[in-house]
């Protein structure tokens, strides 16, 4: 059987998506709740991003609307883990009762069929959040536009929303190989927060941690130096766009690894 | 005729971890070397050609589902060879995948919140269904069952028999030449089972489609299947015609009936009237394991009711563990 393409790929979901979204809508007031609620995660977040910069007015030589930048920055970056990839919050579950299995009956690729069957809605306020947040600080801070500007904003972005992906991607799978693993996915969920921070307040340890080892300066403040400080650019922001890409292929065979030797030996 | 599967000397082996106790334990886990050996197959042969409906029986832990694994190609066989439709699964799953249906009874396969017929549409995109294959398949689909209530119903509404029906028949949605069914029974009324086993051998009559049919149910075999294969701590006990089986110690029922009166008593007065059959009492119950080779369990039933006020009655099929365990006790080959 030659291999499907991308195309094939890309109707499915859209198919599962758009049946997925209208169930939800069905639903009405769980719908409305949802999205109450989630307009009042994201206000909370503002509200104590804001105070915080009440008490104080700079960090590190970083202005309010520089923070808010990567603050809109970083919650766009992660809307298309919340989006698209919510399902590895039940990958546990799924491997610990047994029904994972059912996922490995179809011929498609497993990864795309388990992760395609969910997909939260509630990113897109977080989404349309961010782009005002954005928008805003960007005008604010005087930094012009030009469409190379925004290809690079776009590329970007994308690179910084695959390092999240990677990083849920890898923690999720540690359900494969040990019981009680929902501590992994947890502790790197709670390490996210830390993304929209510019990684020079942290100390020097730190620094290479968010860098190296739970590279969650890639979401958000090496890729928004491009377009925030395009006079003084790092290396490493440069090379976010690959590191990205390497860091998301390898967590996608560590995933597909895991789900295979779980087959062999598991529960 | 030509093999659609083909088994030769598979045993499957798990190294089963002895986990230990909290997070330092799960962390520990991850090195750890402290394994037990499970063989959960064990050295098991059998070809099976397209069409056939295959009964493949044993207790709980028999080795039913592992072996059913190996076949849909998501478990790699520790040694021997397996090969379905000329390919071998665990290499080619999903290529194996195209060619077979699965329903692992009471896991669905469904998504879980959307209507059937929207299910059936994704599975028709996924699996490549022309649009007129998929019309002239939901319409046999409603000339076996009545599925139109069912088509627009959320799956996570439906009952666990409906669910298994509807799995059932998104297994066969895409003409596979093989549909395995792992216990698609249990758990259900006798009218679903019924209603389900009228539905697979339906499917297979007319689309000559190869069914393996994994159960611990003496009566989904004996609805559905001409040959059985039998399995007992991973290994074959028996692989032939269940006529062949019935041949050898007849073909037995359990007739259960309460009866006003002593227990003990009665139970007592059955079994000399009776003294070919095996009386036992229990539970305000008396079962007479009746050998339909010898009298049929109506024969018997109206000869009780001459002498005995008869309150209620149930009819049992033997049980698996039974059937093996005269197997073990008389050696049928
Ligand atoms: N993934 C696994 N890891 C370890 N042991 C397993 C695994 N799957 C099955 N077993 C063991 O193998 C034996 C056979 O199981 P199974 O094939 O599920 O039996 P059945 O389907 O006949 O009830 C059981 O003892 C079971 O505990
Ligand atoms: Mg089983």
Redesign the interface.
């Known amino acids: 059987?030659k291999r499907k393409s991308l195309g094939f790929y890309f109707?499915?979901y859209r198919?599962?998506l758009a049946?997925?979204l209208k169930?939800?809508m069905s639903y009405r007031a769980d719908f409305i709740i949802s999205t109450i609620g989630m307009i009042f995660t994201n206000v909370a977040g503002f509200i104590s991003f804001w105070i915080l910069f009440q008490n104080f007015p700079s960090i590190n030589g970083w202005g309010y609307y520089e923070m808010l930048f990567l603050y809109g920055f970083s919650l766009i970056a992660l809307t298309p883990v919340q989006c698209f990839f919510d399902n590895n919050w039940n990958l546990r579950m799924r491997v610990y009762s047994?029904?994972f299995?059912?996922y490995?009956?179809?011929?498609?690729?497993l990864f795309f069929y388990f992760q395609s069957?969910v997909f939260d809605i509630k990113g897109i306020g977080q989404f349309l959040f961010g782009l005002g947040t954005l928008i805003y600080s960007w005008n604010m801070l005087g930094l012009g536009f030009s469409a190379l500007m925004l290809l690079k904003m776009i590329v970007f972005l994308i690179s910084a929303s695959l390092v999240m992906i990677a990083l849920q991607n890898a923690a999720a799978s540690a359900c494969f190989?040990?019981?009680?693993?929902f501590?992994v996915l947890d502790f790197i969920n709670k390490m996210k927060d830390y993304a929209k921070y510019p990684v020079t307040i942290f100390s020097s340890i730190f620094r290479f941690i968010f860098t190296f080892v739970i590279p969650i300066a890639f979401i958000a403040y090496y890729p928004s130096l491009v377009i925030l400080r395009p006079d003084e650019v790092p290396l490493l922001s440069w090379l976010s766009p690959i590191v990205a890409l390497v860091f998301f292929f390898l967590s996608y065979k560590l995933w597909m690894f895991g789900a295979m030797k779980y087959?062999?030996?598991g529960a | 005729m030509s093999n659609i599967i083909e088994i030769k000397n598979i045993t499957k082996e798990f190294k089963v971890l002895n986990r230990r106790e909290g997070l330092k334990g799960s962390l520990k886990d991850l090195f750890s070397r402290d394994y037990k050996i499970v063989r959960a197959v064990d050295n098991i042969s059998m070809n099976i050609t397209q069409g056939e409906i295959v009964g493949y029986l044993g207790p709980n832990g028999a080795g039913k589902s592992t072996t059913i694994k190996m076949m849909t190609g998501i478990l790699e066989p520790t040694s021997g060879e397996i090969l379905v439709d000329g390919c071998i699964p665990y290499k080619n799953r999903t290529r194996n995948a195209q060619n077979i249906g699965v329903v692992f009874g009471q896991r669905t396969q469904l998504w879980w919140a959307l209507p059937l017929v929207e299910s059936f549409k994704i599975l028709k995109d996924i699996y490549g269904v022309t649009d007129k294959d998929y019309k002239d398949m939901l319409e046999l689909y409603q000339s076996l069952v009545d599925i139109e209530p069912l088509l627009h119903k959320p799956v996570r509404q439906m009952s666990l028999g409906q669910r298994t029906l509807s799995d059932i028949l998104a297994a066969f949605l895409h003409n596979p030449k093989i549909v395995f069914l792992d216990e698609p029974t249990i758990g259900l009324d006798v009218s679903m089972k019924a209603k389900i086993r009228t539905l697979i051998h339906a499917l297979n009559k007319e689309k000559n489609t190869t069914v393996i049919l994994t159960t611990h149910d003496m009566g989904d075999v004996d609805a559905l299947c001409r040959r059985i294969v039998i399995i007992d701590k991973g290994k074959m006990l028996y692989d032939n015609d269940i006529e062949h089986l019935k041949g050898f110690f007849g073909y037995y029922r359990t007739l259960k009936i309460r009866v006003s009166g002593s227990l003990s008593e009665t139970a007592e007065k059955i079994a000399a009237e009776f003294p070919e059959f095996s009386v036992s009492a229990n539970d305000e119950w008396i079962s007479v394991l009746v050998d339909e080779a010898k009298s049929t369990v109506m024969d018997v039933l109206s000869q009780l009711q001459k002498t005995y006020k008869i309150r209620d009655m149930q009819l049992e099929e033997i049980s698996t563990e039974e059937v093996i365990k005269k197997i073990y006790e008389e050696g049928v080959k």
């Open positions: 059987m109707r499915i198919k599962i049946q997925d169930s939800k047994g029904d299995i059912k490995c009956f179809r011929p498609i690729n069957e190989w040990m019981q009680n693993s501590f087959n062999g030996t």
